[in-house]
């Protein structure tokens, strides 16, 4: 090991990030495409409609879903309540196909069937979950999970979703889905390197991979140790300790946390 | 004797046991027939074309077509002609009660204990891994929900049911949980609670969902299991009493014509 411990973590929580660094700047892309089709709808005096905007969004989401092995398994754009002529409420989002044990591709690309009708009963306002309540409030960038989209896909996801405004207004956000079983291949080998265990969580402490195998994905870590770690995180510092030693560190601004433990 | 040492070798039965692919149209009908004798679907509401249904059940248009004819027959449905058309559920509250008591009788006790069996292990690891694994918000967030619902109907209450399982399904973080959470709702689910068609049982539904929550909440994962447990064993048990007072008075019924 080269360099000094921090510098060593710095290193590891910066490769984390790196892995989430492509999916914002996608997510990023897609916010200024969609931003230019509702000016360009504006400069020609016309009503936004899903019929036209859809199959934009779709030629934008489909080669990220459609790259073998990759990352992405959802993608797509929702619409705010009441801004679409034509759909009052709307998702244009495509799923990769997934197959089997192993979540492999299954070489295609489907829609979501969403229920748009707020009298049907599987009907459910999207404006409650928090891949569209958060970045409404903040106006910012959110990663949602790791949770089961049961809406979607049953999976166990993280999901990236940034607003699309125009006017000042949020017209929608665009986002996509990782399925936490394709990230834990990308970010064990990062952990691996860890000298002692490496745990990525979210801003809740859940767990998202960690080189421990005993430690299970989904689950909250607890112990004081961690907490205070993470508290300080919380409170602004760079880096969070533990009286015992646990290290606490930001992937970058992926929301996601970094812990280390000898 | 057990039935595994007969020279059976489970695994390899289950290799090759049937895919269950026969009378699609009969799961279909029945899945629609629970639903709205149990006001899941309501009166006047249309159903999804025959070509949505199939997509969403995963069986053949035909397959769906098959179905809704069973349903129009029954008396169930209606199917409207022309630019407003459709098939629109036609809910009479006779005809919905004679269906569901013959459902419940047609049941034997052994499959019904059985199935909530089942259910209960699906369930009560649900909500024991919920326990463990929800942070504050989640709990809050369920918290909000069930204020929200409306407990005035059966179908109301049944639908704040059947989301509340889903919930806590999800809180168990696992895919494959909620998955056969909510294939055990559609398969029993209206059977189970039908109890909520009884106000009482609407109240006492809730305060055991709202003891769930306490439990999940204050990360005691046995009292969790236990009230998950607990309620699915209370729908199963007013449903065994339910069908022995049908079969009783069908007995009467019988004994005082003859």
Not at chain 1, 212 to 226: I, Y
Request: aromatic share 4%; proline share 3%.
């Amino acid at each position: 090991m080269t360099g000094t411990v921090a510098e060593h973590d710095a290193r590891i929580a910066e490769q984390i990030e790196g892995t989430f660094a492509p999916l914002f700047a996608l997510v990023e892309g897609w916010r200024t495409a969609v931003q230019e089709e509702f000016s360009a709808f504006a400069v020609q005096g016309v009503a936004p409609t899903a019929a036209a905007l859809d199959p934009r969004m779709e030629a934008l989401a489909r080669p990220a879903l459609e790259a073998p092995g990759g990352l992405v398994t959802g993608a797509g754009f929702v619409a705010t309540p009441g801004v679409l002529l034509d759909a009052p409420w709307h998702l244009a989002w495509w799923l990769r196909e997934i197959h089997g044990l192993d979540r492999g591709d299954r070489g295609g690309v489907r829609r979501l069937e969403a229920v748009n009708d707020p009298d049907s009963d599987q009907f459910r306002d999207y404006r409650q979950l928090e891949w569209w309540k958060v970045p409404e409030r903040t106006g910012e960038r959110h990663v949602t999970g790791p949770y089961v989209d049961y809406l979607c896909t049953d999976d166990y996801t993280v999901t990236v979703t940034t607003p699309a405004t125009h006017d000042g207004r949020m017209v929608g956000v665009v986002g996509i889905d990782v399925h936490v079983s394709r990230l834990e291949r990308v970010v064990l080998p990062i952990l691996r390197e860890v000298a002692g265990t490496g745990t990525v969580v979210n801003g809740s402490g859940r767990i998202v991979a960690s080189s421990d195998s005993h430690r299970v994905t989904g689950t909250l870590l607890r112990g004081a140790d961690v907490q205070s770690a993470l508290t300080a995180l919380r409170d602004g510092a760079e880096r969070g300790e533990g009286a015992e030693g646990t290290r606490a560190l930001r992937c970058g601004d992926s929301s996601f946390l970094l812990l280390l433990q000898s | 004797m057990a039935q595994v040492s007969a020279g059976v070798d489970p695994a390899r039965s289950a290799v090759f046991a049937p895919l269950s692919d026969i009378g699609r149209a009969e799961i279909v009908e029945r899945r629609l027939q629970d639903a709205i004798t149990s006001g899941v679907l309501h009166d006047g509401e249309r159903l999804p074309s025959e070509s949505q249904l199939g997509r969403r059940f995963g069986v053949a248009v035909v397959t769906a077509r098959e179905a809704l004819e069973a349903l129009r027959d029954a008396g169930l449905i209606e199917t409207r002609r022309g630019r407003d058309g459709g098939s629109f559920v036609t809910f009479d509250s006779d005809t919905a009660r004679r269906f569901t008591d013959e459902r419940i009788r047609a049941l034997s006790r052994v499959e019904l204990r059985d199935a909530s069996m089942h259910y209960s292990a699906i369930a009560g690891m649900a909500a024991e891994l919920a326990a463990d694994r929800a942070g504050e918000d989640d709990v809050q967030g369920l918290r909000e929900l069930e204020e929200q619902e409306d407990l005035a109907t059966a179908g109301g209450a049944r639908r704040a049911v059947a989301r509340f399982q889903l919930e806590v399904a999800a809180l168990s973080q696992s895919p494959r949980l909620v998955r056969e959470e909510l294939r055990l709702q559609a398969e029993i689910g209206t059977l189970i609670w039908l109890g909520l068609r009884e106000e009482d049982n609407r109240i006492r539904s809730r305060a055991a969902r709202q003891a769930e929550l306490d439990a999940i909440g204050a990360a005691d994962t046995e009292a969790a299991r236990a009230i998950a447990v607990r309620r699915i064993a209370g729908g199963v048990e007013w449903l065994l009493d339910e069908k022995s007072r049908l079969e009783a008075a069908a007995e009467t019924d019988t004994a005082s014509r003859a």
